[in-house]
Nanobody, 119 residues
Framework: QVQLVESGGGLVQPGESLRLSCAAS????????MSWYRQAPGKERELVAR???????YYPDSVKGRFTISRDNTKNTGYLQMNSLKPEDTAIYYC?????????????WGRGTQVTVSS
């Protein structure tokens, strides 16, 4: 069984930074994709960053240039560096990891960490 544990959330002022971590444990396929999503109250969960097994990354326009996703495969840990935070970044941030072997898809989520950006 795979477990994901996020950490690093908190309360910051606009313009400040936070670094989230996602520690993965269990039987994890090496060629996996790790993503960070967020969900604000009353809104749908949205993708904020993705890193593929080869190292390519994707960001939506809402966070491009401010957020950076990375991973340390030796530690089975992913990171989300968030700079120039805005009040609209306030949400619960979730880590996701997934992979597919033949026709079987494996998809795991953490429980989330709260990020609040407020003055």
């Amino acid at each position: 069984q795979v477990q994901l544990v996020e950490s690093g959330g908190g309360l910051v002022q606009p313009g400040e930074s936070l670094r989230l971590s996602c520690a993965a444990s269990g039987s994890i396929f090496s060629r996996n994709t790790m993503s960070w999503y967020r969900q604000a109250p009353g809104k749908e969960r949205e993708l904020v960053a993705r890193i593929y097994s080869g190292g390519n990354t994707y960001y939506p326009d809402s966070v491009k240039g401010r957020f950076t996703i990375s991973r340390d495969n030796t530690k089975n840990t992913g990171y989300l560096q968030m700079n120039s935070l805005k009040p609209e970044d306030t949400a619960i941030y979730y880590c996701n990891i997934n992979w597919a072997i033949l026709s079987q898809r494996y998809d795991y989520w953490g429980r989330g960490t709260q990020v609040t950006v407020s003055s």
